[in-house]
C-alpha cells in the first residue's frame, strides 16, 4: 500500500493501482473514451489527462502508477482546458448525425459531451466520407463514427483472441478494420459482437432489420410469428430505463403482441426440444462408441469459430441446429400443418441477444424441406427495444401477459440455456432422469455456473460418471479445443458459449457503459434473472415439457429419429481464413 494525494484529499491505495484506480475509488469519475478495465488501457483518447506534481506535462490517469507521496490534481483549469480540446479533435473528424444514429442516447461520446457543456467546436477538420461496410449479415462497420479508441481491437485480441481487428494505414487515414481491407463479411470474424458492446460510438453496430419486420406486419398475404430467446428477458428491460439483471418477462410477451405479430412464442420450446436431441445424441455416443467429447452447438458464434480454427474437430460438435432454427423448423412444418398455412406464407421472427444469430438463419444449410428458410428474420434485444419506443408503447406500465400455447410452453431448464453452464445443467437434469431411470429431486447441477473461464465436473448418474467441462468466450474455448485436440480432453460433454457469460451479454444485448461494467458485473446479474425464473416454473426438466411430449408423439416419433433428423439436425464444414 501506498500514501498518495489526490485533489487535496490523501488516501491509502494498493501499490499497483493506477491514479484512474485511486481516483475512482475516491468517487472522482476521471473521464475515458478508451479505457476498459482490465482490457484496454492505453491512454490513447487522452480524455483522463490529470496533474501530476513535479511532472510538466499532464499525464493520462489510465497508464500512470501511484506510488509512495504522489499529488496529483484532476479539476485544474489547465485539465479541464486539455480535456475540453481533445474531445473537441474527436468530434472535429467525427460523423456528427447525432440525431439519426443508431447510438443516439446510448453514445458514450455523445454523454460525454454532454457532461463536459460542449456546446460548439472551435475547429473543423476536413471530412471525406469513408465507405460503410454494409456487405456482412451481422456486422456493419463505420469508419465515419470511429474514434480510434481501440477498445474493439482490445477486445477481439484480448479476450476472445481471435485478432480480426487492427489499426490500418497512417496519420489521418488510420481507421480500424480486418487485414487487408477486408469485409466483414470475408474475414474469419465469428460475429459475437462483443465489439459492437465495447464500442463507445457506433463505428461498429449490428445489421438492422426493423424495417424488415415493420414490412412483414403490414403485409396482410403473411403470416407473421416471433420466438423470444430466454436471455432477451433479462437485458430488454434496461432499454427502458430498469436495473441491469430485472427480469422483464410477463411486459415482453405483451408488448410483442401489440406490435401485431399473430403469434408470440418462446425459443425456450425449442431449447427443451434442443435437450431432448442433444441429450440423446451424447447418450448414443456414449453407448454406442461415438466420437466424444461431444461439444454443445446452441452458440453461432462458437460454431463459426471452430469450422474456422479445427475444423478436423467438427466431427465431436452435435449435429443438432441451434433452439433458434429449431424452433423455426418446426414452426414451418408442425405449426404450419396443424394451421394449414403454406411455409412460404410465413414468416418467422426471431429476437435474440445475438448478432451472430442473422447470419446463422441465412446460412445455406438452414433451410427446410420446402426450400424455405428456418427463420426469416433476426432481431437483436436492442432492435425490439427500439422498434416497441417507436411504437410508442409505455413499456413499463404494460400488465404482465403469457406467451401463446404450445410453442410458448417451456421448463426453467429452457429459461437458463442463456447463462453458462445452463445449457449443460439442463442436458444433466435430464440425462441424468434418463440414466437412473428415477425423478432425481436434486436438480441445480451448481459445478457447472459460475463465471470461471473453464469449469470441469464429474456427475456421477446410476453407474454411469459424466465428466463435463464448460466454457464461455472463444478465448476460453480455444484453450479447450486444444486439450480435444491433443486428446487430452477426457470429458464426454463440453458446452461451449462464444460470449464472455453466454447469451445474457451476447453482441446484442443493451449497451451499457464502460464505468457501469465497472460497477456492476452485468453477466452475474442478468444471468440471477434467468435462474429465479428458472426456480419459479412448476416443471424444471426439459423431458417434462408437455407440448415437446406431444410434438414427439405427433409428429417427430423419437427422438433422433429420421424426421427428427431432417428437420432439426445439420452438418458443419471447414471455411478458409481469408
Excluded at 463514427?145 to 494505414?169: D, H, M, P, W, Y
Excluded at 481491407?181 to 459475437?192: K, V
Excluded at 428477458?233 to 401485431?260: Q, Y
Excluded at 455456473?449 to 465428466?467: F, M, P
Aim: hydrophobic fraction near 35%; include cysteine.
Amino acid at each position: 500500500m501506498v500514501n498518495i494525494t489526490i485533489d487535496g484529499r490523501q488516501v491509502t491505495v494498493p501499490a499497483n493501482s493506477t491514479v484512474l484506480d485511486a481516483a475512482r475509488d475516491m468517487g472522482i469519475n476521471i473521464p475515458t473514451l478508451c479505457f476498459l478495465k482490465d482490457i484496454n488501457k492505453t491512454g490513447a483518447c487522452r480524455m483522463c489527462l490529470v496533474e501530476v506534481e513535479g511532472i510538466r506535462n499532464l499525464q493520462t490517469a489510465c497508464t500512470f502508477p501511484v506510488r509512495d507521496g504522489l499529488v496529483v490534481k484532476t479539476n485544474t483549469k489547465k485539465v479541464r482546458d486539455a480535456r475540453r480540446d481533445n474531445l473537441q479533435l474527436i468530434l472535429s473528424n467525427h460523423n456528427r448525425e447525432c440525431l439519426s444514429c443508431f447510438r443516439n442516447g446510448s453514445c458514450e461520446l455523445q454523454t460525454l459531451c454532454d457532461d463536459m457543456g460542449l456546446a460548439e467546436l472551435d475547429f473543423e477538420a476536413p471530412k471525406e466520407l469513408k465507405p460503410v461496410d454494409m456487405l456482412s449479415h451481422s456486422i456493419v462497420r463505420d469508419p465515419n463514427k470511429c474514434i480510434l479508441c481501440g477498445r474493439c481491437i482490445a477486445v477481439c485480441n484480448n479476450v476472445q483472441e481471435i485478432g480480426i481487428l487492427s489499426f490500418t494505414n497512417r496519420g489521418v487515414e488510420t481507421e480500424v478494420a480486418p487485414a487487408f481491407a477486408t469485409s466483414m463479411a470475408d474475414a474469419p470474424c465469428i460475429y459475437c459482437g462483443q465489439c459492437v458492446n465495447v464500442c463507445p460510438v457506433a463505428a461498429l453496430r449490428e445489421k438492422t432489420d426493423i424495417e424488415k419486420v415493420w414490412e412483414a406486419l403490414e403485409d396482410e398475404t403473411k403470416h407473421v410469428v416471433v420466438q423470444v430467446a430466454p436471455a432477451v428477458r433479462a437485458g430488454l428491460g434496461e432499454m427502458f430505463g430498469n436495473p441491469i439483471g430485472t427480469r422483464v418477462t410477463g411486459k415482453m410477451f405483451t408488448a410483442l403482441k401489440m406490435l401485431g405479430f399473430q403469434k408470440v412464442f418462446d425459443t425456450n420450446f425449442a431449447a427443451d426440444l434442443t435437450i431432448m436431441e442433444e441429450g440423446t445424441e451424447l447418450l448414443g455416443r456414449i453407448k454406442n462408441g461415438g466420437t466424444l467429447p461431444m461439444i454443445t452447438s446452441c452458440s453461432p458464434g462458437w460454431i463459426r469459430y471452430v469450422e474456422y480454427n479445427y475444423p478436423e474437430l467438427l466431427d465431436h460438435v452435435s449435429s443438432c441446429k441451434s433452439p433458434q432454427q429449431m424452433m423455426g423448423a418446426v414452426l414451418k412444418s408442425y405449426y404450419a400443418e396443424m394451421n394449414n398455412i403454406a411455409p412460404e406464407d410465413m414468416i418467422v421472427v426471431s429476437v435474440m441477444p445475438c448478432i451472430s444469430k442473422k447470419t446463422e438463419a441465412a446460412k445455406k444449410e438452414m433451410k427446410n424441406v420446402h426450400g424455405t428458410r428456418d427463420v426469416d428474420v433476426v432481431l437483436t434485444t436492442r432492435e425490439l427495444g427500439k422498434m416497441i419506443k417507436e411504437a410508442r408503447i409505455e413499456f413499463n406500465d404494460l400488465p404482465d401477459s403469457n406467451p401463446d400455447e404450445f410453442f410458448g410452453d417451456y421448463t426453467g431448464a429452457a429459461v437458463i440455456f442463456g447463462a453458462t453452464g445452463g445449457v449443460m445443467e439442463a442436458a444433466i437434469r435430464t440425462v441424468a432422469d434418463i440414466v437412473s431411470g428415477q425423478e432425481l429431486e436434486d436438480i441445480e447441477y451448481t459445478a457447472v455456473r459460475g463465471l470461471e473461464g473453464i469449469k470441469e465436473a464429474a456427475v456421477k448418474i446410476g453407474d454411469l460418471e459424466v465428466k463435463v467441462a464448460v466454457a464461455h468466450g472463444t478465448g476460453n474455448a480455444g484453450k479447450l479445443m486444444e486439450l480435444v485436440k491433443e486428446g487430452k480432453a477426457d470429458y464426454h460433454f463440453i458446452e461451449i458459449m462464444g460470449c464472455s457469460g453466454g447469451c445474457v451479454t451476447g453482441g446484442g444485448q443493451p449497451h451499457v457503459d464502460s464505468r457501469t461494467k465497472e460497477k456492476i458485473d452485468v453477466k452475474s446479474e442478468r444471468a440471477k434473472a434467468l435462474y429465479t425464473e428458472d426456480k419459479l416454473k412448476d416443471k424444471r426438466k426439459s423431458h417434462h415439457n408437455e407440448s415437446v411430449k406431444r410434438l414427439y408423439a405427433e409428429y417427430l416419433g423419437t427422438p433422433n429419429s429420421h424426421k427428427a433428423h431432417e428437420l432439426l439436425h445439420t452438418h458443419y464444414k471447414k471455411r478458409d481464413l481469408f
